[in-house]
């Protein structure tokens, strides 16, 4: 098991993150990324994502309140999970649910 922080790779942040959840990375953007000025956070604004990805800013367009979520998912992997029935990873609960009802057939072979 790795004890290495992940860091925050939105713009040149580098801050080494405690919380990976949805909620943790957007308190994160909030105190760090967003201020009460010039770059306030409102959740209905639209943005685009800027999680460095290969040296290069994500680009998503999206709402604030969608940060978080976002990058937890695409970005982290930190909200994935795993069919317990054929071993495949979905990104988030919401496709694993999806995957159960409609197409999961058990074990692959």
């Known amino acids: 098991m790795t004890t290495e922080a992940i860091q925050c790779l939105w713009g040149p942040c580098g801050y080494p993150l405690e919380d990976c959840t949805p909620a943790g990375l957007a308190r994160h953007l909030k105190e760090y990324h967003f201020d009460d000025v010039i770059n306030q956070w409102d959740d209905r604004s639209r943005g685009l994502c ?3 990805t290969n040296g290069r800013p994500c680009g998503k ?3 604030y309140e969608g ?3 976002h990058i937890a998912s695409v970005h982290l992997g930190s ?3 795993i069919c317990q029935r054929c071993n ?3 990104a988030r609960i919401d496709s694993l649910q ?3 009802r409609q197409s999961c057939r058990g074990m692959s072979v």
Do not use: N, T
């Open 50 to 52: 800027q999680w460095s």
């Open 61 to 63: 367009e999206m709402l």
């Open 67 to 69: 940060y978080g979520k």
């Open 79 to 81: 909200i994935a999970r």
């Open 88 to 90: 495949r990873k979905f």
């Open 98 to 100: 999806r995957h159960l």
